[in-house]
Structures are given as structure tokens and as C-alpha cells.
């Protein structure tokens, strides 16, 4: 099992919805994704291990942070459009280039942007015009779909 990646998360989130989304993105069963606390050793015997870092107490508007562990060979944007799709909220995701403001947005209507964030002195992820433009459009895309 290895470090799969870092999910931004664009609100506070239960561990129960967690681990139901990331097994819906993983295409798993939910007792194959465990949690993992500070105090828990050994580890779970799962596929998926999640730890949640700060939930909902993070600053910005990703207030939730999860780190997973797996032997997944998929990519973690593969991975975070699942999750935000199952959770109907925005995921960021790191976008390997040498700039870490530059970063991936799951939308919960399927679609993926690249996008620069910014980050105040708080560390806090805040969304940018445009990212809250995208944010807009896929909302209203998912409310055009659900009222035909």
C-alpha cells in the first residue's frame, strides 16, 4: 500500500459520506475502505485507508482535507471526480507542474479545470473569480439535468 494523494475538499464531510464516496469512486464496497485515526496500529486491512485531516475546521472554502493510502494504480484526478460527483461538492487535487498554485478542480457535474488558487496567510484555499465561475456553471448545469 502507498500514499495515493491529497483531496481538497470544498466543505465539511462526515466520515461516513467519505468513505461512501471514496468507495463509489474506487468502485468498492465500503467495508473495503477503512479510516484511519492517529491511535489506530496496525493499520485497517483494506483497499482504501483515509485519513481526514482538520474536517470542516480547515480555513478557506476547503475546509476538509483527506490523504489516502492504496495500491490503486489509478490517477487521483480519476479518483476525485468520483468523489466530487458523490459528494456534489468541488475537490482540488494537485496538478504536477512546478507550481503549487496550480491546481486541478473536480466539479460535481463530471468536469475537471485546471485552475490557480489562492492561499491566504492562513493557509487557507479560498476560491478564485474564476473558480467560483466554474463552481456557478456546473451547478447550474447539475440543476438544468435534474429538472428535465
Known sequence: MSA???YAIGAPVSWEAAVSA????YGLPTDRVAVLSD???PWPDAEVILHMVGNGHLPGDYPTQIVTWDGDDRTPDAIARGVAIALG???LTGA???DPQDMHLHLPDGTTHR???MQDDDDGIRNTPEM???IATAQGRLSAARAA
Not at 22 to 25: D, E, I, N, S
Open 115 to 117: 485552475v490557480s488558487v
Open 132 to 134: 467560483r465561475r466554474l
Open 22 to 25: 471514496f468507495a463509489h469512486a
Open 39 to 41: 491511535a489506530m496500529l
Open 89 to 91: 461538492v468541488p475537490i
Open 4 to 6: 495515493g494523494a491529497d
Open 96 to 98: 504536477d507542474t512546478d
